[in-house]
């Protein structure tokens, strides 16, 4: 059974920085899509970034392109996100998620896991 678990969410000043962390367990995640969404009250969860676990490729959704950068540590099973310069219209609810099939796309119906999520909130 695949688990994801994000941390690292919280209260932050615009033009902060935050971390956020999913620890992944359940199977080897080598070749595979993971990614991070978010939702904010009243809207879609949307595509923020993913990364190919195998070989590293990124890709961002250009509203934070340049500001976030998602990672991985293969040893440690886990994903992260630095979000730098963080804005108000950040805040949202992030939320990890595992692409098994590994289509390395920002559709969020071709993730197959997904953890509980982390809030992140950005006061202007």
């Known amino acids: 059974q695949v688990q994801l678990v994000e941390s690292g969410g919280g209260l932050v000043q615009a033009g902060g920085s935050l971390r956020l962390s999913c620890a992944a367990s359940g199977r080897t995640f080598s070749g595979y899509t993971m990614g991070w969404f978010r939702q904010a009250p009243g809207k879609e ?18 509203s934070v392109k340049g500001r976030f950068t998602i990672s991985r540590d293969g040893a440690a099973n886990t994903v992260y996100l630095q979000m730098n310069s963080l804005k108000p219209e950040d805040t949202a609810v992030y939320y990890c998620a595992a692409d098994l099939k590994n289509w390395g796309t920002p559709e969020r119906r071709k993730y197959d896991y997904w953890g509980q999520g982390t809030q992140v909130t950005v006061s202007s």
């Open 45 to 62: 969860r949307e595509f923020v970034a993913h990364i190919s676990w195998s070989v590293g490729s990124t890709y961002y959704a250009d």
